[in-house]
């Protein structure tokens, strides 16, 4: 029995990385157990879901888009880390940041891959998915999104499966080296289009609510043909990801008590992250004054509209719109941290920064959803509540549990972090 | 060693790593896989997905139009303009009381399409007219639930313009007025295949065989019978497209499509 | 991608001169009695729950609010405001309908020829965007597979196909009414008379509340009554009719009329004089 | 969606956008088709891959 396990240990180390030291194999199949458990819980909500309807869910007519759209727009958020290191990295050519960007992409990738998956259990008929290509309204944003969504996560692929091929033992297979290598030399011409597309579809999901003018808490007047939502996502979404990108990458290192990047590498990350935030804040500071003095007074409302008589998710501690404060705070703090030398420096303050610029996102898309969905338009309609089902929390938790194994996987098998052998000597 | 060495030759005519040959090979797999692709989708899965039946009785149109005059004879529409279905019994009861051909004898002209012909009335007669059931005919243009399709508006539009041999894109036919024959435009839309050909139903011997998708139950002739989108004829298909290509070529101004409630509810 | 859905239609090829189905709905006739949303439902062939007291899933296509002007007896009044499907035909008439324009897969587009908003039902996915962008809650979720007491199957229409579970329905204005009449009237070879197409809920009225037809026939009566020309009958009285949220240009083709004025100004939030946090939230039509 | 479908309309909005769509796949799928057959072609000749500078005759006869 010994022997047969330690026979296994051996085999299973040399499918490691050269030259790094990991977990011992029972821990790390302990830990994934744990995640496959969760996951395995996901997967029967998700079945569920599919074969007995979206029944299984709490959202209703006043919520039809709830919980899962939310988890969607938040992951595709976070996940414009890898669009955005990609275009840093391959078209701008901030070189060093080719030390973090094989884990930005697989964490793009794995964000983009839950959303897909989360829309794939969130329309009605998943079996008519494909309408939305072959009789595709083109002047629907959801439209774009979809196009461009599929797109990049096909460049996410191409951008993962080299990482996947140089594990050790695949890249002895010289059809797969030479195939890895070959992705890397023409890696740019994908991030470029990975770039273009992310800005599209990350526009086009904030043109989703923007373009409803049928529910003036969303609806932004249009700016060329896109409404400022358009911008406003993009933008928050290259400021966002990013910090989302460290974020993670310290939760790995403090998991796996090992220092992966260097600090040089994230601090030029986190800096550009800080400017886009700060940009950011001020852009939608500008938009939300304009929303609420300008553009709503016209359909005869008044921005206290929104923040009353609402149930207390939405509204007033004490008559303060907190959730809109809150979305400003998480953009600007951060923001002020990361810009300065000795905020990004701290470590602490880093994450501190990290956090609230990944929640920032976060909060945005929650807004621009939940509370798009929940405010009442007609004078006389209710506001009503939602809290979702079970199945729903399930199926949200599960990109989480298959993120937490993807990773693990990868950071066992793969060279994730080309630095983790100097920092970390055997 | 042989067939490496082959390629190798091959190769070295060319520079190494030749940028433009590894195009022109991608391009040649991507080709491949195109072309497996499309025989895949456009000859093998038609054949899977769909079912083969016969009709209950083999019906003969061509001899009964020696006997009756046109389409409507039989095919009645209703005091209202509206289709009244399939033939009945009772339309048939008149002549098929009791089996009216002779049956053949060995030698005869035609003796095994005689015979069959014969046997099928027989079989008829037995098992339907004698019984009083109706023969449960499969219906080829059998139309999904959510289409909503008037007779009586393509019978009796003079804004219908019957086009030559129903020919996508034909001249419109002149007819002398009060002259139209309403067979004309019944075989715009229903034609009989039979062996890959189109022929009119009332020029037909045999009935077509019969062919319904196994999920979603709808026959081909409605569905899959042109799954290319380059169809020649209005009747090579009756799925959205066609009656909407259809819509779009009768109307004079050719602006814009009709709204979805004109064809579904 | 935010401009104009159907761009061009609209300008100079003539598609004014169609018909524009509309409704106008006297409130102040109302008495909340539902009989609409019955014949809705029987007409339309609209499923049934085992239980239906949750009203946030339940599908009516004609829904009646009850509406409440918030004050203390004797003061207190009520009001039912039927609120059918609205067919807005956006800015202009040119069809930029609040949900058309979103809809992905083009399952539900808007007629020029009669200003119906139509919903496709085997061509919608269930998205759901539809829902988010109507701002009269006027489209359903079928969040279950449809069924009806046995019995009942019998009585379904044919002319109404039944929706499958997981996609998008709403009000049609009948429409398979109007597809009836039109053949008709096609064989005919003559014009659509008024009384022809009438909606469901419109002959259900035991009050004669609602008013159907063509609001660009200057001989049908929504017409009259929505350009205060009719004489010589009691309808107007004054009143102006008014829509639901006119402000936010989403041009709905249901009117309605009310004499008193705090009905009036619960239409749209640009005309009314109490904060939100005064009103009564309302229970659907209970 | 193609352009002969029924619903196609030349105008702007379809142009760019499905022309949007076709030219990413079209660049996504030539890309990858490029890569897969550089390195088909590679590994036929022989390259043992791990001194990619040097593909080609040499490193063919040292495969045999």
């Known amino acids: 029995m010994e022997a047969a396990y330690q026979k296994l240990v051996r085999l299973e180390s040399q499918l490691h990385p050269e030259g790094v030291q990991r977990a011992p194999l029972w821990q790390f199949v302990l830990w994934l157990g744990f995640f496959g458990t969760v996951l395995l819980w996901g997967v029967y909500a998700m079945f569920l879901c599919w074969f007995k309807g979206l029944n299984q869910t709490n959202m209703n007519d006043y919520y039809g888009f709830a919980l899962w759209i939310w988890a969607d727009l938040a992951v595709i958020a976070v996940g414009g880390g890898a669009f955005f290191t990609g275009l840093l990295r391959y078209v701008i050519g901030k070189d060093p940041l080719k030390y973090i960007i094989n884990y930005a992409v697989l964490i793009g990738f794995i964000c983009y891959s839950s959303a897909l998956l989360i829309l794939a259990i969130d329309i009605g008929q998943p079996l008519r998915g494909w309408f939305i290509f072959w009789h595709a309204n083109v002047h629907s944003m959801l439209t774009e999104v979809a196009f461009c969504l599929s797109c990049y996560f096909g460049v996410l692929c191409i951008e993962y499966i080299p990482l996947v091929l140089e594990n050790r033992k695949l890249d002895e297979i010289p059809f797969f080296h030479h195939t890895a290598h070959n992705f890397h030399e023409v890696m740019a011409i994908f991030a470029a289009t990975g770039a273009f597309l992310s800005f599209f579809h990350q526009g086009s999901l904030g043109g989703v609510a923007g373009v409803l003018f049928g529910r003036p808490f969303a609806y932004r007047p249009e700016f060329y043909i896109w409404p400022t939502t358009f911008f406003l996502f993009t933008w928050s979404a290259a400021a966002c990801g990013p910090c989302f990108t460290i974020l993670v990458t310290k939760i790995t290192e403090a998991i796996t008590r090992k220092k992966l990047v260097k600090d040089n590498v994230v601090e030029l990350l986190a800096k550009i992250a800080g400017w886009m935030l700060l940009t950011y804040s001020i852009a939608k500071i500008a938009d939300t004054l304009y929303w609420g003095f300008v553009m709503l007074p016209k359909h005869g409302l008044q921005i206290t509209d929104f923040y009353t008589n609402a149930s207390l998710i939405y509204t007033k501690l004490g008559g303060v719109p907190w959730i809109l404060l809150i979305e400003i705070l998480c953009s600007v703090i951060p923001a002020l941290i990361l810009v300065s030398k000795k905020g990004r420096q701290s470590k602490p303050a880093l994450v501190v920064a990290v956090l609230l610029g990944s929640m920032c996102a976060m909060i945005n898309r929650w807004v621009m959803v939940l509370q798009v969905m929940a405010a009442p338009i007609m004078t006389f309609d209710q506001f009503a509540l939602y809290f979702p089902s079970w199945q729903e929390l399930a199926t949200t938790v599960l990109p989480v549990a298959y993120g937490v194994i993807l990773i693990s996987l990868s950071h066992r098998y793969l060279p994730v972090f080309p630095q983790e052998r100097e920092l970390n000597p055997v | 060693m042989s067939g490496p060495e082959k390629t190798q030759q091959n190769g070295a005519a060319h520079k190494k790593d030749d940028s433009a040959g590894v195009f022109a090979m991608s391009l040649f797999a991507a080709g491949i896989s195109v072309y497996v692709s499309l025989f895949v989708g456009w000859l093998v899965l038609p054949e899977l997905l769909y079912s083969r039946q016969h009709q209950p009785i083999d019906f003969n149109h061509a001899i009964h139009m020696e006997i009756v005059d046109g389409c409507t004879s039989c095919h009645v529409f209703r005091e209202d303009g509206t289709f009244a279905g399939t033939p009945t019994l009772a339309q048939c009861i008149d002549c098929h009381e009791e089996v009216q051909s002779i049956e053949p004898e060995p030698g005869d002209e035609d003796y095994e399409v005689r015979l069959a012909q014969y046997l099928d009335e027989v079989k008829f007669v037995e098992e339907y007219v004698q019984q009083g059931k109706e023969v449960p005919w499969l219906i080829y243009s059998k139309q999904p639930d959510c289409v909503f399709f008037s007779h009586a508006a393509h019978m009796t539009s003079h804004k219908f313009k019957v086009l030559e041999g129903g020919k996508i894109g034909a001249p419109p036919v002149e007819f002398e007025h009060g002259e139209e024959p309403e067979d004309a435009r019944c075989n715009m839309c229903h034609m009989a295949f039979i062996d890959g050909e189109a022929v009119p139903f009332g020029e037909a011997e045999t009935l077509p065989l019969y062919r319904r998708n196994w999920i979603t139950t709808y026959p081909i002739d409605i569905w899959g019978r042109n799954i290319s989108g380059f169809n020649d004829h209005y009747y090579d298909s009756a799925k959205m497209d066609d009656c909407a290509q259809c819509h779009y070529d009768q109307r004079n101004d050719h602006q814009g499509q009709d709204a979805c409630f004109v064809c579904h509810k | ?286 | 969606m193609f352009p002969f479908s029924f619903e196609w309309h030349w105008d702007m909005s379809h142009i760019v956008f499905m022309g949007g769509l076709w030219y990413a796949i079209c660049i996504m799928a030539l890309g990858v088709n490029y890569v897969l057959g550089k390195s088909f072609m590679q590994t036929i000749k022989g390259d043992s891959g791990h001194g990619h500078d040097d593909h080609g005759h040499d490193g063919h006869g040292e495969h045999h």
Not at chain 3, 89 to 104: L, M, N, Q, R, W
């Open chain 3, 1 to 286: 991608m935010g401009e104009t859905q159907g761009h061009g239609h609209q300008e100079g090829n003539g598609h004014a001169q169609g018909s524009k189905y509309g409704m106008v709905i006297d409130l102040d006739k109302c008495t909340g009695c539902g009989a609409c949303m019955v014949a809705c439902m029987a007409e339309n062939n609209v499923p049934t729950k085992p239980d239906e007291t949750n009203k946030l899933d339940t599908i009516t296509w004609m829904r009646v609010f009850k509406l409440s002007n918030g004050k203390a007896f004797p003061e207190a009044e009520t009001c039912y405001l039927p609120r059918p499907c609205m067919h807005c035909g956006g800015k202009h008439d040119a069809g930029h309908s609040p949900c058309v324009s979103v809809c992905p897969a083009t399952a539900t587009d808007y007629s020029y020829k009669t200003g119906i908003v139509s919903q496709i039902y085997t061509r919608c996915f269930g998205c759901r965007y539809c829902m988010g962008a109507c701002p009269y809650k006027a489209r359903y979720f079928n969040w279950w597979d449809p069924k009806f007491p046995a019995d009942m199957k019998e009585y379904l229409s044919p002319d109404v196909s039944v929706r499958m579970r997981g996609i998008v329905e709403k009000c049609s204005f009948c429409f398979h009414r109007y597809q009836r009449a039109m053949d008709r009237a096609f064989y005919e070879g003559r014009e659509l008379e008024e009384h022809e197409y009438q909606t469901a809920c419109t002959q259900a009225c035991p009050a004669g509340a609602i008013t159907f037809g063509d609001l660009n026939n200057e001989r049908h009566m929504v017409h009259k009554v929505v350009n205060d020309k009719h004489e010589g009958h009691a309808v107007l009285q004054g009143r102006k009719p008014f829509r639901l949220l006119e402000e936010l240009d989403t041009n709905p083709k249901v009117y309605y009329l009310s004499a008193r004025d705090w009905v009036v100004k619960a239409g749209n939030a640009s005309l009314r004089e109490t904060s939100p946090a005064d009103k009564k939230p309302s229970g659907g039509h209970h």
